[in-house]
Every structure is written in C-alpha cells, then in structure tokens.
C-alpha cells in the first residue's frame, strides 16, 4: 500500500472539534504516505442532524459521504457511540489535543501501523496518538 486518504474533524481547519467526528462542519482530506501527509481538499458535511443519540441514520450518512472520498482513516479527538459503525468502515486514530498540526506531523510516522489496520478489515483495533 502506498498511500492511504485521511479525513480529519475540524470545524476550523487549525484544531480538532470537542464533538463527535460525526458532528464535524467540515472534513480536510489529506495524502499520507510513509513520507509526507499532503492537503488535498476540505469538504462540508452535508449529512443530516441526528434524530436520536447514536443514530444509526447519521452514521450512515458520514461514512457514505467519506467513502465517496476514498477515505480510509478518520482522525478526531471525539468518537461517539457510533464508532462501533465506523470503526468497520475506517480506521479511527483518536487524537489528543486540540491542535491539528501536532497530530498530523505524527501521521506519517504512524503510516506502516494505519496501513496494517486498514488491512485488519471489521477486526481493526482504534489507534490512538
């Protein structure tokens, strides 16, 4: 594998929400090879409100709406209940902190482990940084 697609959090583009990745206003897509973490675009959110805590519905619409990216892993400081659902579809990095750049910068180095995972399928493990 030589690249994988990243989509972090962000209502800002500078820090991480303190909501759920769900509840994010937007997403910044990133490149991150074993090298370098590339800036490709940022995209809006454009799924529904939850109707109920965990909606199943909401979790649907992200995921659709990430996978039309191509993305792989989703990186943010808060996972809700739903990460049981987007855990099969992605790989989940919980970040620490507030400030993208930090994490981010550790994104590259981490690339052989995030690889790994995305391959482990629906038995992937939450990475944490």
Known sequence: MESLTVAVATDDGKSFIDRHFGDAEKYYIYRLTSGSLEFVKKIE?????????AD????????????????????SKVFGPNIKRIKKKFVCV?????????????????????????????NREIVKL
Do not use: D, I
């Open 94 to 122: 919980a970040a620490p902190g507030q400030v993208m750049e930090v994490v981010l910068s550790e994104l590259p180095h981490r690339f052989h482990e995030l690889a790994a995972q995305w391959e482990a399928g629906e």
């Open 45 to 53: 959110n454009t799924t529904e409100e939850e109707r109920q805590h």
């Open 56 to 75: 199943p519905v909401k979790a649907k619409g992200v995921t659709g709406m990430l996978k039309e990216e191509n993305v792989q892993v989703a990186v």
